[in-house]
């Protein structure tokens, strides 16, 4: 930690916290710029259901500089967010989503609904509801086929102001669902006074399903509990055929992950959804009849 004295001026920093809060700068101009020149570009990663048919996709930002790219999501967004960039990033995001679905509804590409992340910071602007559904409008695209992402955490703000704000988008069709469902501390109480329609269990529980009885509980807990509210349940960071299979038979609905398919780039996701489900592989979800 930085040694301070006096006036709070930092005397000494270590050689790491130097670098971070270097990069943290750094990583805002290249964000500020790439928001300007249309460095931005989205991938989207197939969601697939208990029938191994592709059903939705999750669109999710990438730099299309050597820099961003290499800095990645997991860096960038929290820096955009503490910066409030994030702003203009997600509406950014949100128009490029909507174009790019018009465009495979125009051209009849069997591809459902999407899902799109979004921050607190985007929820709670004052014009939020509007620009979400004048953008959808604009596009010709039904409420109900845009799932908003939102973390455990996220809702740890304003909790009040959230709910008005999704109660309002949630009356014109759109979804939410809870992102990295498990690693944050919602209460079951809370979660039912949102408009919530999924959950979407991270990616670090079912890592450890194979080996670990404890995430097989918490996963049960957890689709258990989404059956007396009404939730849909979507698994994230599926990485092999066992884990479909036990996921499957614990009831969850739909399943993402690398085994399934990486994010593609529109072109590649275009091929894949034509193609049918001859694009993925099958066989984890054969023998299973959906209840
Ligand atoms: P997320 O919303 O939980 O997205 C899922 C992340 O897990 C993606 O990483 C995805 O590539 C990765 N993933 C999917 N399947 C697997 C798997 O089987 N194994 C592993 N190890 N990883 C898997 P990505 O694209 O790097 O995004 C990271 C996070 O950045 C996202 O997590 C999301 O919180 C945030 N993010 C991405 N795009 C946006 C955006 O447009 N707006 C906002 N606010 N946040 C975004
Ligand atoms: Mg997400
Ligand atoms: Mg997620
Ligand atoms: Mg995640």
């Known amino acids: 930690a930085a040694k301070r004295m006096g006036g709070g001026r930092a005397l000494m920093t270590t050689d790491e916290q130097a670098g971070e809060e270097e990069s943290a700068v750094n ?10 020149t249309g460095g931005l570009e989205l991938v989207y990663q197939p969601i697939f259901d208990a029938t191994g048919r592709f059903a939705r996709v999750e669109a999710l930002v990438r730099g299309r500089g050597d820099y961003l790219r290499k800095v990645g999501p997991g860096a960038f967004i929290p820096v955009a967010e503490e910066s409030g960039l994030i702003v203009s990033l997600g509406r950014w995001v949100l128009e490029e989503a909507c174009r790019q ?49 939102l973390t455990e955490t996220t809702l740890m703000g304003d909790f009040s102001a959230m709910a008005r704000i999704m109660k309002r988008l949630s009356e014109a069709g759109v ?67 066992e884990h479909i299979k036990l996921l499957l038979a614990l009831g969850c609905h739909k399943f993402q992950g690398f085994y399934l398919s990486r994010p593609l780039s ?22 299973y009849v959906p209840v």
């Open 27 to 36: 990583i805002e101009s290249a964000l500020r710029d790439a928001l300007q």
């Open 101 to 149: 679905m018009a465009d495979w509804r125009e051209r009849n590409l069997p591809v459902f609904d999407f899902a799109v992340n979004i921050s607190a910071r985007q929820l709670v602007q004052a014009d939020y509801t509007d620009s979400v559904l004048q953008t959808l409008e604009r596009y010709g695209i039904p409420p109900a086929l845009l799932h908003l992402e």
């Open 175 to 241: 979804l939410f669902s809870i992102d990295d469902f498990g690693t944050g501390y919602s209460s079951l109480a809370r979660l039912s006074e949102l408009p919530i329609s999924t959950l979407k269990i991270d990616r670090s529980f079912v890592m450890k399903l194979l080996e670990s009885e404890a995430a097989v509980g918490i996963v049960r807990a957890i689709v258990n509990m989404s059956r007396h509210l009404r939730l849909e349940v979507v698994a994230e960071g599926v990485e092999r055929p």
């Open 266 to 287: 529109p072109e590649a996701l275009e091929a894949a959804a034509f193609a049918g489900d001859t694009a993925f592989d099958p066989s984890p979800f054969r023998g």
